[in-house]
């Protein structure tokens, strides 16, 4: 777990070094690219094979867009104008604008307070992060960028589930997949859109090829992993540490300030995000007609 969060959280790092070479769509195709090589080899490792058939291809193409191409393009040209620590932080909002897709889809039925009181405090986080009441807040097109990048990441998980789910992949087929076809569009677009002058020399090369291999690609595998060992749920703990890692490596290597308004806004976004994870209490009911001397309940 540990080292996922440093792999995801230092994801903003390396993009932001990026940037001083490649153009955001530029990285965004390597990124895509290097990750699609290591999860190809590893399904063909496993003895699988990426799908066959023409509808799992459309909608994996769509889950491309919005779950690859488009938030790692949105991060990289946000980080343009901000901080690698405060979009790691904007990163955080996904869940919360997961919950907010599936009430409106109809999709999400745990409905609790706590998940609406941490949805509102959520959203309270990002706001005061942004500070648009003050003139040297954040509601730049830059951070606008990043939080909708953290939303595109929700519209693909739920689409996922909807429509990709259960067509018999494994999450390593369909994220590879996911990956190839990102690159695919991708590469369509940058000789349009993103065809900028490259500024070569080690730095972003290293950064880029960290990001593709490892922030991508092997952060893929270990997260399998994490799910595989310690369950769905425990898995996402994950989520909590990006923030904290982005915020302190900017800090550290990038020397961005860090600012006590964020770190607060940082913390209410994760209080938040906690909230609209929670389950309902689960009601414990004594059977009465067993046996004497045998223990029994039934779940409800």
């Not at 889809?105 to 706001?127: D, I, Q, W, Y």
């Not at 953290?150 to 087929?173: C, D, F, H, N, W």
């Not at 964020?262 to 929670?278: E, F, K, P, S, Y």
């Amino acid at each position: 777990m540990g080292v996922l969060a440093l792999l995801w959280g230092s994801s903003f790092l390396w993009i932001k070094i990026a940037l001083t070479g490649l153009s955001p769509l530029q990285i965004t195709l390597t990124r895509t690219a290097l990750g699609a090589v290591v999860l190809v080899a590893l399904v063909r490792w496993n003895k699988q094979r990426l799908p066959r058939d023409r509808t799992s291809w459309l909608h994996l193409c769509f889950a491309a867009v919005f779950g690859s191409a488009v938030p790692f393009a949105l991060f990289a040209l946000g980080e343009q104008t901000v901080d690698s620590g405060v979009a790691g932080v904007l990163n955080a909002t996904t869940p919360l604008w997961a919950l907010g897709i599936g009430l409106l889809l109809g999709s999400e039925r745990r409905r609790n307070p706590a998940r609406f009181a941490g949805l509102v405090l959520g959203f309270a986080g990002v706001l005061l992060i942004f500070a648009p009441w003050q003139q040297a807040g954040l509601a730049s097109w830059g951070a606008l960028a990043c939080l909708a990048a953290a939303a595109s990441y929700a519209v693909a998980y739920a689409y996922i589930g909807r429509k990709v789910s259960g067509r018999g992949l494994t999450p390593m087929q369909i994220s590879a997949a996911q990956l190839v076809a990102a690159a695919g569009m991708t590469a369509v677009v940058v000789p349009v859109a993103g065809a900028q002058p490259v500024h070569l020399s080690w730095q972003p090369l290293v950064a880029v090829g960290i990001l593709g291999v490892f922030g991508t690609g092997v952060a893929f595998v270990l997260n399998y992993r994490l799910i595989e060992d310690e369950g769905a749920t425990n898995a996402t703990t994950v989520g909590y540490l990006l923030p904290v890692v982005s915020v302190l490596l900017g800090a550290v290597f990038l020397g961005e300030a860090i600012n006590l308004r964020i770190v607060a806004g940082m913390v209410v976004v994760l209080v938040g995000v906690a909230l609209t994870r929670r389950q309902p209490a689960t009601a414990v009911v004594p059977v009465l007609d067993e046996p004497v001397g045998v223990k029994a309940t039934t779940l409800k």
